[in-house]
């Protein structure tokens, strides 16, 4: 590879010596060649010679020569050494620096054509850009990490760090963020920071959104008070709709304590439509498994056991009843012994869609999600026909398998009006889905404007609204 560049460099050197000794002779019939020693090659073989080298051998080439420049700039080359050298967020590349470059994303009818990207310009941004912090408060667990690593650095429970309920909101987020930065090993001065918003006061009624608003401007004077430079918060829903590489759809969070279903129309959350809240979550399955094993002698002292059984082990059924007459005995062997389920891997999830197994008294799953799907279809906003037909499935418990299809089962089922083109996407990234849909944000080219919110802005947004 060294070779190849070297020979690249001394064909433009080559040019340079050949042009100052031969200025301008009309009457000469040596006509130099623009290229070098490779003006006999044609372009697109010279274009398959210079995607052998790294980026920045061939970023070099630029300036020797207006004829090498004029060659190396070639979009194609660029694109293709984003597609070598960031193989497994490429597509994510692609869909961040087209649809969120800007800030929210427009409405579908604004941005009629996408927007042309030169590869080269976002390769050499994405490259010099600093990482920033990406930390995923989550309900249960808290993720964060760097925008540049391939996944969060470590996690942390996320009610342990926010401290004793009784203290004062701020109090808590200043704690709990001091210990996410002290655990990172970082200056928080050092870097922006993207951080998720709790999917929380869901209504759209006046006092809800003052609480959403009270909330945001806890975090960002937490943040600010520890001299970050700047801020994007956005909202958990949102996130996990980026991360599948969508702008409009309904985001459904399987959360600790709820789970949520929020309809999403360009980058946001159509509260008006209604956000629908299901009084099951992660806790209510790991708790309901711990009772059935209970049932079969077998007890623990912590739930941290159980969550791990049902992460391995537990999964949804496709056909309920059908699965009943079947033999599911599985093992796994934990850190406290080896352990065998049988039905209770199946049944921990099915009281997602039947609630009274589990002696709750509320909606199931499919039914929140085709209430949400069939009040935007009733709103008529102006997305298309079709924007609330995506699904996208966030949380660990999420992750069970068998439940994106369980899903898109019921809810074709219920809704037979509608069902066609509904899809339900299981989490892009697992757990961590949310975490990669800041990520996204944070990786931007253009980052950290304009998605953030300095110090300096939200000091004078503060002032303003006490003024009036």
């Known amino acids: 590879m060294a070779t190849l560049f070297r020979k690249l460099r001394e064909s433009a050197a080559s040019l340079k010596r050949s042009t100052t000794t031969t200025t301008a002779t009309s009457n000469s019939s040596e006509r130099h060649a623009p290229l070098g020693l490779f003006d006999s090659l044609p372009s697109d073989l010279l274009l398959k010679i210079i995607r052998l080298l790294d980026p920045k051998h061939a970023a070099k080439l630029c300036i020797v020569c207006k004829s090498w420049r004029s060659l190396v700039s070639d979009n194609q080359l660029w694109n293709h050494f984003l597609q070598n050298h960031q193989p497994l967020h490429y597509d994510s ?37 600093p990482p920033a912090v990406i930390i995923d408060g989550g309900s249960g667990y808290c993720k964060f ?75 960002c004077a937490a943040l600010f008070d520890l001299n970050v430079p700047a801020v994007c918060a956005l909202n958990q829903a949102t996130l996990a709709l980026y991360a599948a590489k969508q702008t409009s759809g309904i985001s459904v969070n399987i959360g600790f304590q709820v789970t949520s279903v929020v309809p999403i129309l360009n980058g946001k959350v159509m509260r008006k439509v209604g956000v629908e809240v299901v009084g099951l979550g992660a806790l209510k399955l790991t708790g309901f498994l711990r009772e059935k094993m209970q049932q079969n002698s077998l007890n623990f002292e912590s739930l941290y056991t159980v969550r791990t059984l049902k992460e391995k082990l537990c999964y949804v059924a496709y056909d309920y009843e059908a699965e009943l007459l079947k033999d599911t005995q599985a093992s796994f062997e934990a850190v406290e012994g080896r352990y065998s389920l049988s039905k209770e891997r199946f049944q921990t999830g099915e009281i997602l869609f039947q609630p009274r197994l589990a002696g709750v008294r509320a909606m199931s799953l499919h039914q929140a999600t085709a209430l949400c799907i069939d009040h935007c279809y009733s709103a008529e906003l102006a997305g298309g026909s079709d924007w609330f037909k995506t699904i996208v499935l966030s949380g660990g418990s999420a992750c069970l398998p068998g439940l994106a299809e369980r899903l898109e089962k019921e809810l074709h089922l219920l809704l037979p009006h509608m ?34 919110t300095t110090k300096k802005q939200f000091r004078q947004k503060s002032k303003l609204n006490r003024i009036w």
């Open 93 to 129: 590349i692609i869909f961040s620096e087209t649809k969120l470059t800007s800030g929210y994303p427009l409405p579908f009818f604004v941005t009629q054509t996408p927007r042309v990207l030169s590869f080269k310009h976002v390769y050499g941004q994405r490259e010099r850009l």
């Open 145 to 219: 990490g760097w925008s540049k690593e391939e996944r969060p650095l470590g996690r942390t429970p996320t009610f342990l760090e926010f401290g004793n309920v009784e203290t004062p909101i701020y109090t808590r987020l200043r704690h709990f963020f001091g210990t996410v930065y002290g655990r990172m090993k970082v200056k928080p001065s050092s870097q922006a920071v993207v951080v998720s918003l709790p999917l929380c006061h869901y209504d759209d009624t006046e006092s809800a959104r003052a609480s959403r608003q009270q909330l945001k401007e806890a975090i």
């Open 419 to 452: 069902s066609n083109g509904i899809r339900v996407i299981p989490p892009p990234h697992g757990a961590d889905t949310a975490w990669f849909g800041a990520k996204l944000i944070g990786s931007l080219s253009t980052f950290p404007a304009p998605w953030c």
